[in-house]
Nanobody, 119 residues
Framework: QVQPVESGGGLVQAGGSLKLSCANS??????VGWFRQAPGKERELVAT????????RYGDLAKGRFTISRDYAKKTVYLQMNSLTPEDTAIYYC??????????????WGQGTQVTVSS
């Protein structure tokens, strides 16, 4: 009932764009985050947003290329990714956190969506 559902991943060439969706993610006082993990690499925070005020934060990896947003009517959070590079290749996870962003590991994690960026 609480688990988010990611979609929108795929294969793109370097310099391209993708828009990921995280459905079933909107709840009052909750926060939603995008994380990613590539094989052999540590999990990275991509971006987060609070549901109530829409306050956003970005990991260093975003570098001004990514934008997180929310849609109240659809209870969905989006991650617009531009200027993609092969280093962005990873499984992208959406996480919903009832503590408002204080406990991401203890939140509800989706199954992930694969993003692959070719050279």
């Amino acid at each position: 009932q609480v688990q988010p559902v990611e979609s929108g991943g795929g294969l793109v060439q370097a310099g391209g764009s993708l828009k990921l969706s995280c459905a079933n993610s909107g709840r009052t006082n909750w926060a939603v985050g995008w994380f990613r993990q590539a094989p052999g690499k540590e999990r990275e925070l991509v971006a987060t947003i609070t549901w109530n005020l829409g306050t956003t934060r970005y990991g260093d990896l975003a570098k001004g290329r990514f934008t997180i947003s929310r849609d109240y009517a659809k209870k969905t959070v989006y991650l617009q990714m531009n200027s993609l590079t092969p280093e962005d290749t990873a499984i992208y996870y959406c996480v919903t956190d009832g503590t408002g962003g204080r406990d991401w590991p203890g939140g509800y994690w989706g199954q992930g969506t694969q993003v692959t960026v070719s050279s």
